[in-house]
């Protein structure tokens, strides 16, 4: 059984239809299904050709757009929503459109449809098929923006970060970069196909939608972009992030130096006057151990110098 179906008319009005024929008496008939339903297979190879039907049962998508016969075989990714799932688990809508008939194919939930089915309850559904598309692009592309500005946003708190120098390297610092990963992954082929039915010269397609598709397509590219800057910036804050954790094990290792530096001269000191023989130098002089620690101060100053005269401090 589908999800819902309605049978949508030039007003925007809908209807449940009671047959179940492919299309109704509206406008076109809208068919959402879920792609865990058994009854679906055999309900596609039914009604529809062979390629559209294979298409709308693939297991694994990737965004497409192209003409069959007088209809198109659509796939579209969107930001996933439901409760404990990642976001950059993007969801994917399978779909075959014809001027009569708008069959959407589901595997997790996608709200930007149970956003057109909400409409369709109230009487408000778009009026034909390529505003169906058109309504249904733009939902999906805004959620994508959100969840993009809000990984630009993560990322510029992580530039800020950098101005503090005892900051740490923030720990979701690889799961952004991930995420920036993932996403543009799936919208990259996304914003070719927008691009291709924004060009389409079908009926099924009229001018002014196909404008509003192309500015869609053109916000999709606009995403795209920035996705690939925000890698190229999370790897420069991780560079950076790197030079600086390098930077103090240098300066912790120069310390050691010099310290090694001066103290192995007098570390040789104490170990000779420490030699328990006879014919040591001040044994029987009770200001000798006063002498040698005046010394040993005087070497370390000298040793000092050296290292200043040297550049070395």
């Known amino acids: 059984m589908p999800i819902c179906v309605f049978d949508i008319y030039n007003d925007g009005t809908a209807q449940v239809p009671e047959d179940d024929g492919l299309t109704g008496p509206g406008r076109y008939r809208w068919w959402h299904y879920d792609?865990?339903?058994?009854?679906?297979?055999?309900?596609?190879?039914?009604?529809?050709?062979?390629?559209p039907a294979g298409a709308l049962l693939q297991p694994e998508t990737r965004p497409r757009c192209d003409e069959y016969e007088d209809g198109l075989i659509l796939n579209l990714r969107g930001i996933n929503l439901n409760e404990g799932?990642?976001?950059?688990?993007?969801?994917?809508?399978?779909?075959?459109?014809?001027?009569?008939?708008?069959?959407?194919?589901?595997?997790?939930?996608?709200?930007?449809?149970?956003?057109?089915?909400?409409?369709?309850?109230?009487?408000?559904?778009?009026?034909?098929?390529?505003?169906?598309?058109?309504?249904?692009?733009?939902?999906?592309?805004?959620?994508?923006?959100?969840?993009?500005?809000?990984?630009?946003d993560r990322t510029a708190f992580y530039e800020t970060d950098l101005e503090d120098l005892s900051t740490l390297p923030p720990k979701d610092l690889p799961v952004t970069r991930r995420s920036t990963i993932k996403l543009e992954r799936y919208l990259s082929p996304q914003r070719s196909a927008l691009e291709r039915l924004a060009q389409l010269d079908l009926p099924l397609v009229p001018d002014v939608d196909s404008m509003k598709l192309r500015e869609l397509a053109n916000r999709t590219a606009i995403v795209v972009e920035e996705l690939e800057a925000l890698q190229e910036r999370i790897v420069t804050v991780?560079?950076?992030?790197?030079?600086?954790?390098?930077?103090?094990?240098?300066?912790?290792?120069?310390?050691?130096?010099?310290?090694?530096?001066?103290?192995?001269?007098l570390g040789f000191l104490t170990g000779l006057f420490g030699v328990n023989v006879g014919g040591m130098p001040g044994v029987d002089d009770p200001r000798a151990f006063a002498i040698l620690c005046l010394a040993m101060v005087g070497l370390a100053a000298i040793m000092l110098a050296v290292l200043k005269w040297l550049r070395w401090l």
């Open 85 to 152: 799932q990642q976001a950059d688990q993007m969801v994917s809508i399978r779909m075959w459109v014809t001027d009569a008939v708008v069959i959407t194919v589901r595997m997790r939930r996608v709200f930007a449809i149970d956003e057109l089915r909400t409409l369709a309850t109230q009487n408000n559904a778009p009026h034909q098929p390529s505003a169906f598309l058109e309504a249904l692009v733009s939902r999906l592309t805004a959620r994508v923006q959100t969840e993009v500005a809000r990984l630009a």
């Open 238 to 265: 991780q560079d950076e992030h790197d030079n600086q954790v390098a930077q103090r094990q240098a300066r912790h290792g120069y310390v050691l130096s010099i310290a090694a530096a001066v103290f192995l001269p």
């Open 35 to 51: 792609l865990s339903d058994p009854a679906l297979a055999p309900w596609v190879a039914t009604h529809l050709p062979a390629i």
